[in-house]
């Protein structure tokens, strides 16, 4: 009885649920959580069980409020703010500040990858799908999946296996999808036999299995429309090969989507580069 008058008589000294939800840019539910979790409780409680804090716990919102901003979980909390001290505090900063980092990379990496894309669609407004040209590509990290298919389904199966495992694996390099034809297929003919379908990255995957692409000089040819049809920039491709006795390196054509679904619903704006190392 005499802690509760005690506590009457200073009631002005105290901040109430709301106040302190105002003050500290918060929630009173998030602040009745935090007490049913035993992470942050009122200093008095008053008649109707009413919840009273003082200022000087206002640090300690604070502290909570800015770990949860960093995305710490609340049982990692509620086991720090019963062990705090300078030290534990310094180790958990380090930690955090290590997540941080590492979502700083992968968020450079999106962005990289999101710069390539507008470089590529910029390129790709302005090519003439007539021509052959010599393109210089960059090396890259090759995660494939063998298909040896012309059926569609087949293919979009490997192609979602592939994408499937990037996610699962929490990849942050951007990609490219490619598909993979080998000249001894288009010499006798069959222009849709697929061999491979590949995931393209300019860095290394950390778990996904991968092959090196070393940056070399192609030739590169484009298709314009549906890919029903994509047998005459092959045949365009390699007739010029032949006139100008130019081979293949690596006996590949690779197949790259410019403009897609994702980009038009016309059909007849798709736009296909086909690309062969020389």
């Known amino acids: 009885h005499i802690v509760k008058e005690i506590f009457l008589m200073s009631r002005n000294e105290y901040l109430t649920t709301g106040e ?6 918060t929630t009173k539910n998030t602040l009745f959580h935090y007490d049913q979790l035993g992470i942050f409780s009122p200093e008095a409680r008053g008649d109707n069980d009413y919840r009273y804090y003082t200022v000087r716990q206002m640090d300690v919102l604070d502290a909570i409020i800015t770990l949860r901003e960093l995305g710490m979980p609340l049982p990692e909390i509620k086991e720090y703010m019963e062990h705090r001290s300078p030290e534990n ?4 900063l380090t930690k955090e500040n290590a997540v941080i980092e590492q979502q700083i990379r992968a968020l450079k990496e999106k962005q990289k990858w999101i710069q390539r894309q507008q470089k590529r669609i910029k390129t790709s407004l302005t090519t003439n799908p007539d021509i052959i040209e010599e393109v210089s590509l960059p090396g890259f990290y090759i995660a494939a ?3 040896s298919s012309s059926d569609d389904k087949t293919i ?7 994408l499937n495992s990037y996610y699962e694996s929490k990849e942050t390099t ?6 993979i034809q080998m000249e001894r ?3 006798r003919g069959a222009h849709n036999l697929y061999h491979e379908v590949c995931l393209a990255m300019q860095t290394p995957p950390k778990k996904m299995p991968y092959r090196i692409l070393p940056a070399s000089k192609c030739l590169a ?11 005459l920039a092959y045949d365009r491709l390699r007739s010029y090969m032949k006139q100008h006795q130019i081979t ?6 690779y197949e790259e989507e410019l403009i897609n679904a994702t980009m038009t619903d016309k059909q007849s704006e798709y736009l296909t580069r086909i690309i062969v190392r020389i």
Do not use: C, N, P, Q
């Open 248 to 253: 293949s390196s690596d006996g590949r054509f």
């Open 145 to 147: 999946h063998h298909v």
């Open 89 to 92: 505090y310094a180790t958990l």
């Open 185 to 187: 297929d288009l010499a």
């Open 156 to 162: 979009s199966v490997k192609v979602s296996e592939l």
């Open 221 to 231: 040819a484009y298709h314009l429309g549906d890919w029903d049809d994509i047998s």
């Open 174 to 179: 951007g990609f490219t999808v490619l598909y």
């Open 20 to 25: 302190v939800a105002r003050m500290m840019g």
